[in-house]
């Protein structure tokens, strides 16, 4: 991170953050090309990992990518306000990011894609127990993203 200064560190803030958006960008690189594709999601933290769950069809580009690329990229912004000033240039904005890499994984374990989709709904609704139709769940592929590298920077 070239701004130091605007580096968050505290896991704290990074959670709290973490816990109050709803979108994650995922970025793959498809045969020289960039795909990326805004996604609900919940996350856990586990051993000092971040796994981020979301969901889609078990068919398409994303799905396709995810098995066949399954190094991606991510992003989530938020918290954005501009702040004014008389010119042009000495506009700016206060703001919260975090991007990072890592790896996906289809979700193959029932236990797990029924896991991954309570943890969608908690961040969502944040309510946790919720029954889902064995017919939906059946066509849908619940996705784990393994964060590998993860930084978090702020403007106040």
């Known amino acids: ?4 200064d605007r580096a968050v ?3 704290a803030e990074i959670e709290a953050f973490l816990a109050k958006e709803q979108i994650l960008r995922i970025a793959f690189y498809d045969a020289g090309e960039l795909y990326i594709v ?24 994303k799905y396709t990518l995810a098995q066949k690329t399954p190094k991606v990229g991510f992003e989530l912004d938020g918290q954005y306000a501009l ?13 919260r990011s975090i991007i990072g890499t890592g790896t996906l ?14 943890c969608i709904m908690k961040q969502a609704t944040g309510k946790a127990d919720w029954a889902f139709d ?14 590998e590298q993860l930084t978090c920077k702020a403007k106040a």
Do not use: W
């Open 1 to 4: 991170m070239r701004r130091n």
């Open 9 to 11: 560190t505290d896991p």
């Open 38 to 61: 805004p996604v609900n999601y919940g996350y856990c933290k586990k051993n000092g990992t971040y796994h981020f769950y979301f969901h889609g069809a078990a068919a398409g580009r």
């Open 83 to 95: 702040i004014s000033a008389e010119n042009g240039c000495g506009h700016s904005a206060r703001f």
């Open 105 to 118: 994984h289809l979700v193959a374990d029932p236990a797990e894609q029924l896991a991954g989709l309570r």
């Open 134 to 147: 064995p017919a939906v769940t059946a066509k849908t592929a619940v996705f784990r993203l393994d964060a």
